[in-house]
């Protein structure tokens, strides 16, 4: 099993709404990772937790909250998110030891900020 | 930062040709990986490469890591119409210090298939 699930596929919100979205995996990765791509350009790296740890914060707004309650979880939680925000979120996951490995990504969270 | 050029950006050609994108870089990374995406849905994993000089297949896709660590290409051979997508090469730099754990991307090759 090489999935990574990410729910809802689709989120419309508003700037002042809280939301949240999910990433789960059961593939024994210890490595979490949230990207954000827009049309036609590459994924752009937001958070790594090793270890259900934040190692890697990619200086992104505090709008933008992660949180991994265990090692098969990840969540990104939204709150004041501008237009601008809108865009393909992606979890995608990976072994970690003895060092990093290749990265599965799930299908994505269509964002649109109204 | 690190940068990753990506080559070429995209490609037109006919259903049955062979394909070649390659990816350059100013850092030395210890593995490479090449990724398609379909429109709306997130990348898929074609190849990883862990090993300077390893020449890797997956069915009718072949990639190498370059000798340098800079580099590395993917080959498509009798491409489909299916291939149709953009295309990421990605590395990893070497283990240690705040960047561990980081991919970084090319741009991206869009590679359009007419059958």
């Known amino acids: 099993d090489t999935e990574v699930t990410q729910t809802p596929k689709h989120l419309v919100m508003g700037m002042t709404n809280k939301k949240s979205l999910k990433c789960e995996q059961h593939?024994?990765?210890?490595?979490m990772y949230w990207y954000k791509q827009k049309a036609k350009k590459p994924p752009e790296l937001m958070f790594v937790?090793?270890?259900?740890?934040?190692?890697i914060n990619e200086s992104v707004p505090s709008r933008f909250s992660p949180e991994c309650p265990n090692s098969s979880l990840l969540n990104l939680h939204l709150h004041a998110l501008q237009p601008e925000d809108s865009a393909l979120y992606l979890c995608?996951?990976?072994?970690?030891?003895?060092?990093?490995?290749?990265?599965?990504f799930g299908q994505g969270t269509r964002l649109t900020v109204v | 930062g690190q940068q990753l050029n990506q080559s070429p950006q995209s490609m037109f050609i006919q259903e049955g040709e062979d394909v070649s994108m390659n990816c350059t870089s100013s850092?030395?990374?210890?593995?490479w990986l090449w990724y398609k995406q379909d429109p709306g849905e997130g990348p898929v994993l074609l190849i990883a490469?862990?090993?300077?000089?390893e020449l890797t297949s997956n069915g009718r896709l072949t990639a190498q890591f370059g000798i340098t660590r800079k580099d590395s290409f993917l080959n498509i051979s009798a491409s489909i119409p299916s291939d149709v997508g953009i295309y990421f090469c990605?590395?990893?730099?070497?283990?240690?210090?705040?960047?561990?754990?980081?991919?970084?991307f090319g741009q991206g090759t869009i590679l359009t298939v007419h059958p």
């Open positions: 850092s030395i990374f210890n593995t």
């Open positions: 990605a590395g990893q730099l070497d283990a240690g210090g705040t960047s561990y754990g980081k991919l970084t």
């Open positions: 995608a996951s990976s072994y970690s030891i003895p060092s990093f490995t290749e990265a599965f």
């Open positions: 490469l862990y090993k300077a000089g």
């Open positions: 937790y090793s270890y259900e740890k934040l190692s």
């Open positions: 593939m024994g990765h210890r490595a």
